[in-house]
């Protein structure tokens, strides 16, 4: 299993403060892999950062495919289906699975496939070596929903990337109940679950040639993933199939104040990205037992 950082690179300072959580990076933790915002004003200088380590081997980046918070990549005045009139992300992933599956879903698809591959082209321009492997999550784990998923894969295509690993964020409820934890996982996580697990189907069957995706936790217990422990990971990597690979154990570590978030006029996410739990998680992540 290796544990995994999203939201990289809100911050020049919360990208740091992220890798120190990591021994091979120099820092005190056992994080080995982050997936980090390419709209980011603060994406430069934060993947500066993190690709020494990846280009050593010693960190694992992917990239956070973000559709609902803070401003696009590609020009606003293109994307009237996706942006306000700031120019600002306004659909989360509730909204754009209803208008995934509305009559205007060629509209939303081309505008999506348009954003996505700006910012694949950002992220490439930076890390010019994933054009060849280049691994893929995403925020809200939008590209779950199947319009998102045929548009990124389409704009993979089109920009030249082969897609290595994908996240596909379904997640073993049944390691929660065998642990005896399935009361941790509050009601909107069950709900979250079902709607990704089900998606997660649609994802597997539909896989570039050639991408892999492993097993994967982190939603049951989002929000409060200082609750997970080894015994519990264990349990879910036991869940999983050989064949899958190593599970992936997704953290929000570091908190960022919510004026300097992506877009301190989204009050949901920003509190989410100021939220002590983050921290929290950091403090989990920095004493996660080290593997042998």
């Not at 009139?85 to 989360?92: H, Q, S, V, W």
């Not at 897609?163 to 005896?180: K, N």
């Amino acid at each position: 299993m290796y544990l995994h950082a999203d939201d990289f690179g809100i911050t020049f300072e919360q990208a740091r403060d992220i890798l120190k959580l990591s021994d091979s990076c120099g820092g005190n933790g056992s994080l080995t892999s982050v997936s980090a915002f390419a709209n980011s004003p603060a994406f430069p200088d934060a993947i500066a950062l993190a690709l020494p380590h990846a280009r050593a081997g010693r960190l694992r980046v992917a990239l956070h495919v973000n559709l609902v918070e803070g401003y696009p990549v590609a020009p606003a005045d293109e994307l009237d289906m996706l942006v306000d009139e700031r120019g600002a992300f306004k659909l989360d992933f509730l909204g754009l699975l209803i208008k995934g599956a509305g009559p205007q879903r060629a509209k939303l698809a081309d505008q999506i496939e348009r954003e996505c591959a700006a910012q694949i082209a950002r992220f490439v321009a930076e890390f010019p070596e994933s054009r060849s492997g280049l691994i893929v999550d995403s925020h809200q784990h939008a590209h779950a929903i199947p319009v998102v998923f045929d548009a990124l894969s389409t704009a993979a295509r089109a920009q030249n990337c082969r897609i290595s690993h994908m996240r596909i964020p379904e997640e073993r409820l049944s390691a929660y109940r065998a642990c005896g934890r399935a009361a941790d996982i509050g009601l909107a996580n069950r709900a979250k679950c079902l709607i990704l697990n089900r998606l997660s189907r649609r994802m597997r069957e539909n896989l570039p040639r050639g991408c892999k995706a492993g097993p994967f936790c982190g939603v049951a217990l989002s929000g409060s993933m200082d609750r997970m422990d080894l015994r519990l990971a264990r349990a879910i990597e036991q869940a999983s199939s050989v064949e899958d690979g190593e599970l992936e154990v997704l953290f929000h570590p570091v908190s960022v104040s919510d004026d300097l978030c992506l877009d301190p006029e989204n009050k949901p996410f920003a509190a989410a990205c100021a939220s002590p739990a983050r921290d929290a998680e950091a403090h989990v992540v920095r004493e996660w037992p080290r593997q042998r």
